[in-house]
């Protein structure tokens, strides 16, 4: 699987990349991530990537001739390109199962006031929104669909049973509450919060059950 990532921040990337799961993923050849300068593929000496709007309006927008040439010059057969946008379809866990599936995928990370359209229309092979809510740009929302995909890539989490454990056949995640050590925490006098007693009973079929019950699935 590769990310290909658009931006006019590379930068914002590279710390986060190198920790945790996905640094290990990495490691392992698991996955490959390419963050890419937008203002490479500008043609003007002052290397602009956006223009005024037209109707008029404050801000600027971001221009879609390097856009378009960035993408012409990354994408693969069978890649999905992704473009941000707060106006897209609502990020899921089967939106990320299905995009596990892919061999690259394309994210464009807006910023200003926004992107000219035709991005969305005629480039983009997927509009996404991580929520709604307003961001400074697609740099975030690009790591929380990297985030969520990768972990469902073969390899990248050590212990992969617990994927499997969690997930329905309709491919949704299943989520029960986790406890752990001390069994009574006392934050101060005469306060006792316990753990739920299913849990320490030492009877797996009495533990599983009180899983299920709590079990919540996160798809919609
Ligand atoms: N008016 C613009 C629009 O409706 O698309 C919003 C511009 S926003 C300030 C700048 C960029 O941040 C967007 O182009 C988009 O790439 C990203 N962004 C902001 N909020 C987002 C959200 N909730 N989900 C995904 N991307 C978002």
Known sequence: MKFD????????????????????????????????????????KHKSVDDRPFGGGLGMVMKIEPIFE?????????????FFTPRGKKFNQKIAWQLSKQK????????????DERVA???????????????????????????????????????????????TKKKGYVEYPQYTRPEVFNPKKGVNWKVPKELISGNHERIRKWREKKSQTIEK
């Open 70 to 82: 960035a993408v012409k010059a990354i994408k693969k057969n069978n890649s999905k390109v992704i």
């Open 104 to 115: 690259q995928l394309i994210f464009i990370c807006g910023r200003y006031e926004g992107v």
């Open 5 to 44: 990532i658009i931006t006019i921040f590379p930068n914002i990337f590279d710390s986060y990349f190198n920790h945790g799961l996905i640094a290990r993923g990495l490691k392992k050849k698991l996955i490959q991530i390419k963050t890419h300068n937008l203002r490479k593929w500008t043609i003007d």
């Open 121 to 167: 229309e005629k480039i983009a092979d997927l509009k996404l929104s991580i929520g709604d809510y307003v961001l400074m740009g697609g740099e975030v929302p690009t790591l929380v669909v990297i985030e969520a995909v990768s972990r469902l890539i073969p390899g990248i989490i050590a212990k992969e049973q617990l994927l499997q454990e969690r997930t």
